[in-house]
């Protein structure tokens, strides 16, 4: 069987650290994040989730 890179080789935009830092943005208020590494809109949901009702006011940048 073919591999699907799509399927097969799916990594996640955010690493573990990366959620650290955005449990800390909301501590610290910020209103804006910009998220590197972008393949699709399911990215950006994702940190949103992260974010949850303390970050729903932090707007999200995908950098292409």
Known sequence: PGLD??????LSAL?????????NSIQQGVNMIAVSCVESKDDIAYVKKILGSKGQHIKVLAKL
């Open 5 to 10: 890179w799509q399927k097969d080789l799916k």
């Open 15 to 23: 690493g573990p650290n990366d959620v650290k830092v955005l449990h």
